[in-house]
């Protein structure tokens, strides 16, 4: 069954460091994977997704993710965090059911950020 | 272009009580998506609607929760009775039709059982 995982359930960074988020997945065709965000008592935000097609993607508010078959990953990077980005990151892989499409989530890992 | 609505946003109830929270997806959106997000997970699909057809209900409770969408627009959920571990946050999404990668998320109703 297509799943991800999600390493870490809290990251913490300082303003201005590399945030790094990392997640797997496992999937037994080429998957749809995602990153949203979640602001706290707010509904889940799209960050940037891929969809087969270029292997960097990239998103809103200065994140991007690589696409690494080999390693099986989708991991989430900015280069320097504000303090904004505090929330809670959800990776998701699409899964197809009798035609029809679904999201699994991986757990999520609430990122911190410090001054 | 409006999003997706979800009514009440808060909710606290007692166990053995009944609850029903309501969903207006984006207009147009054919497919409507319940999911429960406990406190520390991401979310679970609860069911799935094609229109007015449920697609997928595999992880939904039968035994207490139940979910329509009759005209094939809005949608209500409901839990009866309500227990302590249902104690979470319902989220409702839509999309045009059935692609997850134009999936849009409601806020949220948050319930507390007591």
């Known amino acids: 069954a297509q799943s991800v995982t999600q390493l870490g359930s809290h990251v913490s960074v300082s303003e201005g460091a590399l945030v790094l988020l990392r997640c797997n997945y496992s999937s037994s065709v080429p998957p749809y994977l995602f990153w949203y965000v979640q602001y706290p008592n707010q509904g889940l935000q799209l960050l940037l997704k891929y969809t087969s097609a270029a292997t960097l993607v990239k998103g809103i508010n200065g994140f991007e993710a690589e696409f690494k078959k080999s390693e099986t990953s989708f991991h989430l990077t900015k280069p320097s965090a504000h303090m904004s980005d505090a929330a809670e990151y959800f990776c998701a892989v699409s899964v197809t059911n009798t035609g029809f499409q679904k999201l699994v989530f991986g757990t999520g890992t609430r990122l911190l950020v410090s001054p | 272009e409006a999003g997706v609505a979800q009514s009440p946003r808060y909710k606290i109830i007692e166990k053995r009580q009944s609850v029903a929270f309501w969903c207006n997806p984006i207009s147009g959106h054919a497919t409507l998506y319940w999911y429960q997000q406990i406190l520390g997970q991401g979310p679970k699909l609860l069911i799935q609607f094609q229109n007015n057809g449920v697609v997928d209900d595999s992880q939904l409770p039968k035994d207490r929760f139940s979910a329509e969408r009759l005209k094939g627009v809005d949608s209500t959920l409901k839990i009866q009775p309500a227990k302590l571990e249902d104690s979470a946050v319902y989220l409702c999404?839509?999309?045009?039709?059935?692609?997850?990668?134009?999936?849009?998320f409601g806020p949220g109703t948050r319930l507390t059982v007591l």
């Open positions: 999404a839509s999309t045009k039709s059935g692609r997850v990668n134009e999936q849009f």
